[in-house]
């Protein structure tokens, strides 16, 4: 196991800046996920750190050592990569085995590295196969089981999960998240998925445009995002966000948007009068059944079971509630939402930084 340190990275790919002084600091044993949209930097971040890359700008650190002149092959890290890139004419047990073989390991440690992944993670019975005799999620596993019989300081993900389907990769996720915590290698995954990041970090990092917006535990991400891409990134379905103006009178705080007066906690800093974006998770909004509340017209009902949706407009905006149990309201019905002042995020309308 190892710390890993990001020092001012920077990647330029000719003149075009890619990555804009990134610093970070990833503990002994920590799972931290990268998480951001497409092209945010986030996978030209980790093939820098395994050696992929070569690095513009500042310096990485495994174990406090600078490993920036580092063959990948020195820097005793393991990938799993988005391709699973197994050979397709070895099987099981000599794909896993190939690492060491290079290395010119001991036969008998070989052969116990590759027995102990396969227990771990299920796959003492299709040692002889071959790639393409496997599912997907089988082949990943396979893959896993590579970079585990390294024994690796630091394991590095690329986006594992995104050719499986749905309910695998839900499956895969909890794998993973077991494997580590009962190898507790420290562990960095890159994924666009944020559900992914919010099951399985310890922290995440959100990135965007090759820089980091905000780093914290998935909960403070979710209860604090520190500005408003962080806000919208974090949490399915997205919060809801609508522009309006912050007022401040007798002590009481709130937002005028969209006509509508909407309860927020105490602003620090903010002022009577000024442009906010005001942000409500779905989950955090519900149907009142006094009548009080603000009005809204519902648009459509999607009921999943166990919680129904419902896409509302409120004024020219339109906005998401998540509710536990089912309703009785059809589209056209309208609708009176309740919240609760403390549930409301407020956020600079220039700057987009957090206020409340």
């Known amino acids: 196991m190892a710390t890993v340190s990001f020092r001012d990275i920077k990647k330029s790919f000719g003149k075009v800046d890619i990555i804009h002084g990134i610093s970070f600091d990833i503990a002994d044993g920590e799972f ?13 971040l980790l ?3 395994a050696g992929l890359e070569e690095i513009s700008g500042g310096n990485i650190h495994i ?15 393991a990938m799993v990569f988005q391709s699973y890139a197994l050979y397709p004419h070895m099987t099981v047990r000599e794909n896993m085995a190939f690492s060491l073989r290079l290395r010119k390991a001991d036969a008998a440690l070989t052969q116990e590295r590759v027995a102990h992944a396969a227990r771990i993670l299920n796959l003492d019975q299709l040692l002889e196969r071959y790639p393409r005799e496997l599912s997907g999620g089988q082949r990943q596993r396979v893959a896993m089981g590579r970079a585990i019989v390294r024994d690796p300081k630091v394991f590095l993900f690329d986006e594992p999960l995104s050719n499986l389907d749905a309910k695998l990769r839900v499956a895969m996720r909890a794998e993973i998240k077991d494997l580590h915590q009962r190898l507790k290698t420290t562990t960095v995954y890159v994924t666009h998925d944020q559900i992914e990041a919010m099951t399985m970090a310890d922290r995440i990092v959100v990135m965007h445009d090759g820089i980091v917006e905000q780093i914290g535990t998935p909960l403070e991400l979710f209860d604090r995002p520190g500005n408003l891409f962080v806000a919208q990134f974090i949490g399915s379905p997205a919060m809801n966000v609508l522009k309006g103006t ?20 105490a602003v ?24 009080e509340g603000v009005a809204a017209k519902v648009v459509v009902v999607e009921p999943t079971g166990a919680e129904t949706e419902l896409l509302l407009q409120v004024g020219d ?27 409301a995020h407020v956020f600079d309308g220039e700057s987009g930084q957090r206020l409340n």
């Open 32 to 44: 931290v996920v990268l998480v951001g949209p497409s092209g945010c930097g986030k996978s030209t």
């Open 47 to 49: 093939r820098m750190l």
């Open 63 to 77: 174990d406090g050592k600078v490993v920036n002149e580092l063959e990948a092959k020195d820097r005793d890290i």
């Open 246 to 265: 912050l007022r401040l009178a007798d002590g009481q705080h709130w937002v005028e948007a969209e006509g509508c007066r909407w309860p927020v906690p």
């Open 268 to 291: 620090a800093g903010g002022r009577d009068g000024q442009g906010v974006h005001f942000g409500v998770r779905p989950s955090d909004l519900s149907l009142s059944q006094t009548g």
């Open 317 to 343: 905006s339109k906005l998401v509630l998540v509710m536990h149990g089912r309703t009785g309201a059809q589209p056209d019905d309208t609708v009176h939402l309740r919240m609760e002042a403390a549930k």
